[in-house]
């Protein structure tokens, strides 16, 4: 693994990994770097050398992540490209993956239906991530700025503590769900179901870009996660609780607070299943099974069910098995077909003849 250093030339970063280009351009630098050292561009544009390049390292190689290094910036300077990061998903990435759609089914002669669909599902999610980074741009940013404010001031006063006291980095941790699943789905639903034609290439477009941008909020998740939510957490405890913090800490590194993130993937949670919506369909329509031919009957009207929104209790009773056993056949299902999301499987098997939309309605 060639990791990129200061001494480098700006140009060579980019030849190196030209997906970078958007990642570099987040710290104010355009293209146009002539035959100047990363150093030296960091330098002109007053970034911090040692962060940019943590940066991209960390976003070039998946295994080189350094928390200790990154748990040493300043924590303003982390949330300064997490919002940077905000913006080119906000005014770029998304936006285009939008106009690559719309050009699609614009051009494509292929079952439209099918098509909007796709579209259908990109708009939820497209909705879904606006949500995700509004609450972190308008909650969780200021208040991190806050609270190092704070933790910075000498003597901070009771009723400073006070103010802040209604959000906490650990109802952050609570809130803080993947917006990368339903992207997976929509990449991989266009990838195996979706016929293409002579817009093939326009497809090929699509998933590239859906590609980019997964990669892309991993990465910023990776960051929210094992660097920023521990660092405020731990400039929390010295405010709120420094007489344990001072304890906990002694004679050790204060910044060991692990947040790993359990991926749950089967279960339902109520606010995605308004199962009173649905109807359940009479029968398994034959006409999808040869998509899902891995799958086994059982687990085909399991996933019929999923996909009309019911409740894993209710597929239980509905089924006459257990809730364990509609657990294990859901895990299959999403292990099998790849598909992590309720949303995901739903258009999954709407595009497959599996379910109809009637049994939707
Ligand atoms: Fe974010
Ligand atoms: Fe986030």
Known sequence: MKLFTPDMKMADVIHGNYLLMPVIN?????LGVGEKT??????????????????INA?????????KKLQTFNVLIIVDYLQKTHRYYIEAQVPLIEKLLNNLLRKSSVDIKQLRLIKKFFLEYKQELLNHLEREDVTTFPYVRKVYRLFNTSHPTAGEKRALSKYSMHVYEEEHNNVD?????LKNILIKYIRSDSTE???QEVIFELFRLEKDILDHTRIEDNILLPLVAEMEDALFYPAEHSKRTAGKNALTRKMAKTFVT?????????????????????TGTQQFE?????????????ACGFLNKQIADKLSISLHT?????????RKLQIKTIAGLTVCALLNGLISPKNLT
């Open 26 to 30: 987040r710290f104010g630098v355009s």
């Open 38 to 55: 990363v150093r030296a561009v960091c330098q002109q544009h007053k970034i911090d050398v040692d962060f940019f390049l943590a940066i």
């Open 59 to 67: 976003y070039s190689h998946e295994h080189y992540f350094q928390e």
């Open 181 to 185: 699943e339903k992207l997976y789905d």
């Open 201 to 203: 290439q326009l497809y």
């Open 266 to 286: 089967t279960e339902v949670k109520p606010s995605e299943s308004p199962q009173a919506l649905y109807r359940i369909p009479s029968h398994i329509s034959k």
């Open 294 to 306: 891995e799958l086994t009957k059982r687990e085909l009207e399991v996933l019929q069910l999923v």
């Open 326 to 334: 509609v657990i294990s056949h859901r895990k299959n299902i999403t």
